[in-house]
């Protein structure tokens, strides 16, 4: 530690060349938090469902593919199963398809699921006494200028009503707020009532797209997700049940190997950056030679020398590093706060900090190796006469 | 002290106004555009005093390279990380869209439910899909039938061989005369599926990708036990799926005697307007009408768009980091040359030879850097194939395709980190005074 002030005021003897070389890791480090947090979203949600007390079951092949409502009762009667709720995915259109948002049909005791969105009382009696029903997000309602008493037409990508039309209106009775001011990006949706929904539907009638459950204790979260599978097994309907994360994990993973893909560009990434910082250290070193033997002249060991330039090598990356991590942190909470979980993203927590300083030090060591040696090795006479 | 901090300031602006207008430049010309620029600066460096100077400035900075060639290796390493990762993923994207792209026609023509803009979505009665195939501007074979096929998308999960997950497979029924309609598609091992029986033929992409699809291996679809009887090669986005006889898909996912879509053939590209204004105006259906050309499309749009982004903001991180190593390396062979710079400058060569030797010495380190990243990436991904979640939710097989303009677009990359990496040197280079550049050791 005592030698920190030497260290540090080798590493910036040439003040440009340490800043760019700094700001090269820095890039380098960034890119590897942003990809290490989608990477760990993944790895994370394919964990197993214990400890979770919220999940999802929908059909085993496709979640295109609907279930039918008759299973109701029976998940219903599963032990370990506090409350159960459905819904379909409507997929309607607002004006116009650039207009997106997420739309589901749904029954009347879903919000009692989500506590995390706040409904108020009365518009939660509202939402079950009025079958053209409607809630939606603060956000979306904010987004169209929508109020409570508003009309809102949907034009059906899916689900034509029973008299062939494409248009659907709903009468909007509530507003939900996001109870957690970050999660303002879940304060997009549009839900509206289920038995309408299946009574005026032209096909499909009788099903659901998705059940969620509640289950009284996380510790039977794994029971009862197998008891529900073995309810459908060698049905024309089988189910699997998983968290809400797992699921879209699922669904996100389908689009590619997130792992090969992340694994392949970190690669590269890493390869060029050993490369150039291993250059500017040998640089660093060679103008550097005399004194580092003036070093070793007044009494410094071949190790403290080897030592003091390791050091350095890894205090840059360290420093380069560290920065970039911490503004990939704040891209990632951005990122998050604006699309929600769309985009699977972890934060950049204390597993990724951990690899992140992990590499660093790892690769200050590959780089700093050649020149800490060549300092080691110099003798005196040599480097002091400039041979 | 005020006015030279503020000049430096001044050109240092100049300078980045420079250089962002040049990356401009570079990012938007064409070929040719750019051609025309460097035969111009080769007609420039052998007709006028100046580009004599220049080049012979350049040649003794290459000739020197060798010297330093682990900082030169820098740029072009640095560079061709960049270049390759770019490459890989537009390759990929590119790749996605033309196989969409070629399994569409314009003179083919899909039928659906008004408002399902994907197959998966749509759902047409029989009457409907009768009706539109009778339209006149359908085209009709020898026996005076419209060469029409309904069909219906259904969903099978067959294991990967990439990691044994499952993945969804699209299973595609096809009415009789879908082997008219698609004449490229051609039986490659086995047979067709017989009409009426659980027999399906597997595409090319499919049985590379998914696991228990050989000839003769059965599978389960909704409860029921199907054989795969042949394997077929359409060239496009139908080799990701399974085809079978759309009546039995119908009866084993209970569909009755509804599909989900019609594709005809046309009696020509032109014919396609009459033929949507006609089943448009027609009040017995509600159906939308597109050419199977836009209808894939539009399919490939959005995640081809995701995938370029996703390159491009990767690319552009990689790039800062590959700026700041040539702009290194750059400044550290403009001070071992300070010396030889300042001779040249006392002996009458002006500055604007040094700037040009600087900049053309980084812009070949970074061109030869592009060239090796381009070509890595060609090596490894080019007809590399994978898979990815298309439109209905079923897996698309594709290969990668580094093309030329995928490769241009690598280099023109190249070209402009190289640029901004020499820039800052070569005005260093420039300004460094004489007097005190002889007198360095």
């Known amino acids: ?387 | 002290m005020g006015q030279p901090r503020m000049r430096s300031l001044g050109s240092l602006i100049g300078s980045l106004i420079t250089a962002a207008g040049a990356i401009a430049v570079l990012v938007l010309a064409p070929w040719w555009l750019l051609l025309a620029a460097v035969l111009l600066l080769a007609l420039w460096t052998m007709v006028t005093r100046i580009g004599r100077q220049a080049w012979s400035v350049t040649e003794v900075g290459l000739a020197t390279i060798p010297q330093r060639l682990g900082a030169s290796s820098v740029v072009v390493v640095g560079i061709a990380g960049v270049v390759a990762v770019l490459v890989a993923l537009l390759a990929m994207a590119a790749g996605f869209e033309a196989t969409l792209k070629q399994s569409g026609t314009n003179d083919t023509a899909i039928v659906m439910r008004a408002g399902a803009h994907t197959e998966i979505n749509s759902v047409l009665d029989h009457d409907s899909a009768g009706l539109v195939a009778q339209a006149p501007q359908v085209l009709r074979n020898e026996q005076g039938q419209p060469i029409a096929s309904p069909e219906l998308v259904v969903v099978a999960s067959l294991p990967k061989k990439s990691n044994g997950l499952d993945a969804n497979v699209e299973v595609r029924g096809v009415g009789e005369r879908a082997w008219s309609l698609r004449p490229e598609v051609r039986i490659i091992a086995g047979r067709k599926f017989g009409p009426g029986l659980r027999e399906l033929i597997v595409g090319k992409g499919a049985r590379e990708q998914f696991s228990g699809v050989d000839l003769g291996s059965t599978l389960r679809l909704n409860g029921q036990t199907w054989t795969v009887v042949g394997a077929f090669d359409s060239g496009d986005a139908h080799n990701s799926e399974l085809w079978a006889d759309t009546d039995v898909v119908a009866a084993t996912y209970r569909r009755g005697s509804s599909t989900a879509s019609v594709t005809v053939r046309l009696t020509g590209a032109d014919a396609f307007d009459a033929y949507q204004a006609g089943l448009a105006s027609d009040r017995r259906l509600t159906v939308e009408t597109k050419t199977t050309r836009a209808y894939y499309t539009d399919q490939s749009a959005a995640l081809a768009r995701l995938i370029r982004i996703l390159g491009i903001t990767v690319a552009a991180i990689m790039a800062i980091g590959a700026v700041f190593g040539a702009l290194n390396t750059m400044y550290a062979a403009v001070a071992t040359r300070s010396r030889e710079i300042a001779t040249l400058r006392a002996i009458g060569f002006r500055a604007v030879p040094v700037i040009v030797s600087v900049l053309l010495e980084t812009m070949l380190l970074a061109l030869l850097g592009g060239a090796l990243g381009a070509a890595l990436s060609w090596v490894i991904f080019n007809h590399y194939t994978v898979s990815t979640l298309g439109s209905n939710f079923t897996e698309v097989v594709f290969a990668f395709q580094v093309s030329p303009p995928v490769l241009w677009t690598g280099l023109k990359w190249a070209l402009a980190i190289g640029l901004i990496g020499g820039l800052f040197p070569a005005l260093r280079a420039a300004r460094l005074p004489v007097t005190a550049g002889l007198r360095e050791l």
């Open chain 1, 1 to 387: 530690m005592k030698y920190l002030q030497l260290i540090w005021t080798a590493m910036f003897r040439s003040k440009t060349r340490t800043i760019f070389t700094l700001l090269s890791v820095l890039a380098a480090f960034l890119l590897f938090g942003l990809l290490d947090s989608v990477r760990s979203a993944f790895a994370n949600a394919a964990t197993s469902v214990a400890g979770v007390d919220r999940l999802m079951t929908v059909s085993k092949i496709s979640f295109t593919l609907s279930l039918p409502k008759s299973l109701l009762p029976r998940i219903e009667a599963l032990p370990g199963v506090a409350k159960v709720t459905y819904a379909n995915w409507f997929g309607g259109i607002y004006q116009d398809p650039k207009n997106f948002f997420p739309n589901e049909a749904v029954a009347d005791n879903f919000f009692d699921l989500y506590p995390e969105w706040r409904l108020s009382q009365a518009e939660r009696t509202a939402f079950g006494n009025t079958r053209t029903g409607a809630v939606v997000g603060e956000s979306l309602a904010k987004k169209f200028h929508w109020k409570l008493g508003d009309k809102i037409p949907l034009q059906a990508t899916i689900y034509p009503q029973k008299n062939g039309g494409n248009n659907w209106t709903f009468d909007l009775v509530g507003i939900y707020r996001a109870a957690d001011p970050k999660r303002k990006s879940e304060e997009n949706l549009l839900f509206f009532n289920w038995d309408y929904f299946d009574e005026a539907r032209a096909f499909g009638n009788g099903n659901v797209g998705w059940y969620v459950l509640k289950v009284t204790d996380r510790k039977l979260a794994q029971q009862v997700a197998q008891a529900l599978d073995a309810l459908s097994t060698n049905s024309d309907h089988e189910t699997k049940t998983q968290t809400e994360q797992a699921f879209n994990a699922a669904f996100v993973g389908q689009y590619g190997d997130i792992g090969l893909i992340v694994g392949a560009i970190m690669g590269a990434v890493f390869f060029t950056l050993i490369l150039l910082t291993g250059n500017t250290m040998a640089q660093a070193v060679r103008e550097r030679i005399p004194e580092l033997a003036v070093l070793k002249t007044i009494g410094f060991s071949n190790h403290s020398v080897l030592g003091l330039v390791l050091a350095e090598s890894v205090l840059l990356i360290l420093l380069g590093g560290a920065i970039g991590l911490v503004l990939a942190g704040v891209v990632v909470d951005a990122v998050r706060a604006a699309v929600g979980t769309a985009v699977p993203m972890t934060r950049v927590g204390a597993a990724i900090w951990l690899r992140g300083v992990g590499l660093m030090i790892l690769i200050g060591l590959i780089v700093g190796a050649l020149p800490a040696r060549r300092g080691m090795r110099l003798r005196i006479v040599d480097a002091l006469a400039g041979r």
